[in-house]
Antibody, heavy 129, light 107 residues
């Protein structure tokens, strides 16, 4: 059974750096095709994808936040850490991490790679004030 | 950046009715990169469909996804009380993933 749990400060001040940890179980980030993504949701607003890291250390970032974001994995601890620098009240949101596999499945005679986020943590709320 | 536009913003329906939700991409997208999620108040999103039409594990067959290119659809054949929620489409086809703005299905 795959589970993920986010942890970090509930309150940060403007200009500070936010560090969030996603601790997971039920899978390993050393296995091919495995990834962990971060997503956030400001109060009353839509979901916003932030970043993803894969088993091979491939990393992707939201272009609008790329200069402020860093994602890293600690496979020995089964953790993924996301840092967001220079926090602003507009960064107030619930932050989620999610299991993001790449599934290679046959469709007829061909193989296709499918990307999705199939198991999510419960989220952690961060207020910038 | 690949933009996803969902319509309508809100869908007002009754239990038992059919819901049709649209997701339009700003450029052509392989269907293997399109997913749909359901979110209820105070809860994390739940994966419903991936690869545009593949139901995730444990998802009832009243949920179905279709589409290709730039136009994708999530259909709920007969709404049940637990289906009233917000639905998001999401793409992983570019190196920067994006979500649509969501469609609220309300009673």
């Amino acid at each position: 059974q795959i589970t993920l749990k986010e942890s970090g400060p509930a309150l940060v001040k403007p200009t500070q750096t936010l560090t969030l940890t996603c601790t997971f179980s039920g899978f390993s980030l050393t296995n091919s095709g495995v990834g962990v993504a971060w997503i956030r949701q400001p109060p009353g607003k839509a979901l916003e994808w932030l970043s993803v890291i894969y088993w091979d250390d491939d990393k992707r970032y939201s272009p609008s936040l790329k200069s402020r974001l860093t994602i890293a994995k600690d496979t020995s601890q089964n953790q993924v850490v996301l840092t967001l620098t220079n926090m602003d009240p507009a960064d107030t949101a619930t932050y989620y991490c999610a299991h993001s596999p790449i599934a290679v499945l046959p469709v007829g005679a061909n193989l296709y790679s499918y990307y999705y986020m199939d198991v999510w943590g419960e989220g952690t709320t961060v207020t910038v004030s | 950046e690949l933009v996803l536009t969902q319509s309508p913003g809100t869908l007002s329906l009754s239990p038992g009715e059919r819901a049709t939700l649209s997701c339009r991409a700003s450029q052509s997208l392989s269907s293997s990169y399109l997913a749909w999620y359901q979110q209820k108040p105070g809860q994390a999103p739940r994966l419903l469909v991936y690869g545009a039409s593949r139901r995730a594990t444990g998802i009832p067959d009243r949920f179905s996804g279709s589409g290709s290119g730039t136009d994708f659809t999530l259909t709920i054949s007969r709404l049940e009380s637990e289906d009233f929620a917000v639905y998001y489409c999401q793409q992983s086809g570019s190196s920067q993933w994006t979500f649509g703005q969501g469609t609220k299905v309300e009673i």
